[in-house]
């Protein structure tokens, strides 16, 4: 025994075993130590007085066993006479105590527990709840009392929570509680025959990834990574819609800038070959005319859509320079059923190659006893509206496509144009040409889309 704690030598192995704060002491000083008649070792430690049992191989508290809170009176000096008396000394006084006074407040038929371990873990400071680490739900608490003599003749009785009571073998003092559920328990323990028992709360600690704080954490990341992921692909998805039809825009007005100079170009060769015939009032004619559309067409120049009212005055103006430029051989018609709104939207020029390709191609054996007729119908059918473009020119002569003969670079540039116009302003277009042997070309534009053709 010295100042770093209690010493157990070993008479095999010749070597001395440290009890320092081990074996159920709580300080490193211990003080004295003193055998009784019956073999049990007391021992004076900085914190109080201990006896050490044999079977456990292990000190129990004096104080705890007893209740005992005030621990002054055994705290300087201990001696057992051989009248069992014991001999305490403090500071300023000395006594002789009859060890049974000692003992007398002492509950000796309820036991305590005076130490319990687990695979992976052990518990000498042991009190009224204990927490058993979230990697083990095995425990073994150990019982002791103050019968010494007859500590072998015992019978212990536990229970845990709402279950039967279960007794142990004579003399065997430790509770094994195997696989016990995550939470609180509640255990019960006492000395067989009498009625009162002690008690300890048992805490299973709930592994970190069981605990609700950890399902609320993954939660919130799981919330939160899946907002962040529908954010990222809906922006990503929403970027490339923005690319793509700004995409689509550039190459519609590419489009249509290719459109208008050839439609121009075509009006003033129109009118060059007047002035070279010297047919100059006629040319005086279409050239007023021609102003006035282009006046039409400057307005309109930098718009996406106009009115099917607007379309149709251009269409007007286009068609009656064509019908001067070519001595009136052609006439036209334009029938507008009465359920459709000329307030509609419609692309600029959506017309005007198609009529051009009437009047260039279809209308090149027309006279003015067999004059040629374009005939622009607008209707609704359902939900779908359409512009029908019909003229009573060639069509299909011995075999020949007009367009195939003679390309026209207005129709395929208004093609490719107005399949555009799905990516940029969701209006979808569906055109079909039916050449007719000797009968005539039919242009057919129809529009899903509400208020748009």
């Not at 010295?2 to 030598?9: E, F, N």
């Not at 070279?276 to 996406?304: G, H, P, Q, V, W």
């Not at 007729?373 to 473009?389: A, G, R, V």
Request: with cysteine; proline share 2%; glycine share 4%.
């Amino acid at each position: 025994m010295r100042l770093g704690g209690v010493y157990k030598y070993d008479s095999k192995t010749k070597k001395g075993l440290i009890y320092a704060s081990k074996k159920g002491l709580s300080s490193n000083t211990a003080q004295m130590l003193k055998e009784v008649k019956n073999g049990t070792l007391f021992l004076i430690g900085r914190n109080g007085l201990y006896f050490y049992n044999q079977n456990q191989d292990r000190f129990i508290d004096f104080g705890k066993l007893s209740s005992n809170t005030n621990q002054d009176w055994y705290r300087e000096c201990l001696f057992f006479t051989e009248k069992d008396e014991m001999l305490l000394c403090k500071t300023n006084e000395f006594s002789i105590i009859d060890k049974n006074i000692i003992l007398k407040n002492v509950n000796k038929t309820n036991p305590i527990i005076t130490y319990a371990y687990g695979n992976n873990f052990d518990l000498s400071n042991i009190s009224n709840q204990i927490n058993i680490p979230n990697y083990e739900n095995d425990i073994t608490l150990v019982l002791s009392n103050f019968d010494f003599d007859y500590s072998s003749e015992l019978v212990y009785s536990y229970k845990i929570d709402n279950q039967n009571w279960i007794d142990l073998d004579k003399g065997l003092n430790k509770i094994s509680l195997n696989n016990l559920s995550e939470g609180t328990h509640f255990v019960n323990f006492k000395i067989l025959g009498n009625s009162t028992f002690e008690s300890c709360t048992i805490i299973v600690n709930l592994i970190w990834y069981k605990s609700k704080y950890f399902y609320w954490v993954v939660g919130f990341l799981i919330l939160a990574l899946s907002i962040y992921f529908i954010w990222f692909f809906v922006n990503k998805k929403t970027k490339e819609r923005e690319l793509q039809k700004r995409i689509s825009e550039l190459k519609l007005c590419l489009l249509q800038s290719q459109l208008n100079p050839h439609f121009l170009f075509n009006c003033l060769t129109s009118i060059s070959g007047l002035i070279k015939t010297k047919l100059y009032d006629t040319a005086e004619i279409i050239l007023n005319d021609f102003a006035k559309l282009m006046r039409s067409i400057l307005l309109n120049s930098n718009k996406d859509l106009i009115s099917l009212e607007e379309e149709l005055k251009i269409s007007k103006q286009y068609l009656d320079i064509e019908k001067v430029r070519k001595n009136n051989t052609f006439d036209y018609e334009i029938t507008i059923a009465k359920n459709i709104d000329t307030s509609m939207l419609v692309p600029p020029l959506v017309l005007q190659p198609f009529l051009e390709n009437s009047i260039k191609h279809g209308f090149v054996y027309k006279t003015m006893e067999d004059k040629g007729l374009i005939e622009i119908k607008i209707s609704k059918e359902n939900h779908s509206q359409i512009i029908e473009i019909k003229d009573n020119g060639v069509g299909l002569f011995e075999n020949i496509n007009p367009l195939n003969s003679h390309q026209s670079m207005g129709i395929e540039i208004q093609k490719e144009r107005l399949q555009q116009y799905e990516k940029t302003h969701q209006l979808k277009f569906n055109i079909s040409i039916n050449f007719r042997a000797k009968e005539g070309t039919i242009v057919k534009i129809v529009s899903e889309i509400k208020n748009s053709i």
